[in-house]
């Protein structure tokens, strides 16, 4: 009984910012790494960028220097601050996390519900 609960999105003009969050809610879990992906109509789901349960990060190509993810693991909450947002971000963006259920004998992937990000160009 592990939630990703995601907040934050909207519509930005070009060049504006937005911050996402993403937080989980249950209990005896723990969580190891987790990322933002996104996806457009009829486009595969992209990574954009994941993080680390010691916070080291990694970017896609198209949004490096643009897009910072962070964590903090007492709150169980992953971020993605996007800046100098352009049409092409536009998408609803996913988080992810690995997490690890009291009793269970592995990892599994967790999705929050998805933000719409629109970006107007």
């Known amino acids: 009984q592990v939630q990703l609960v995601e907040s934050g999105g909207g519509l930005v003009q070009a060049g504006g910012s937005l911050r996402l969050s993403c937080a989980a809610s249950?209990?005896?879990?723990?969580?190891?790494?987790m990322g933002w992906y996104r996806q457009t109509p009829g486009d595969q789901r992209e990574l954009v960028a994941s993080?680390?349960?010691?916070?080291?990060?990694s970017y896609a190509d198209s949004v490096k220097g643009r897009f910072t993810i962070s964590r903090d693991n007492a709150k169980n909450t992953v971020y993605l601050q996007m800046n100098s947002l352009t049409a092409e971000d536009t998408a609803v963006y996913y988080c992810?996390?690995?997490?690890?259920?009291?009793?269970?004998?592995?990892?599994?992937?967790?999705w929050g519900q998805g933000t719409q990000v629109t970006v107007s160009s």
């Open positions: 992810n996390a690995r997490i690890l259920r009291s009793g269970s004998t592995g990892f599994r992937d967790y």
């Open positions: 249950g209990s005896s879990f723990w969580i190891n790494d």
């Open positions: 993080i680390t349960r010691g916070s080291s990060t």
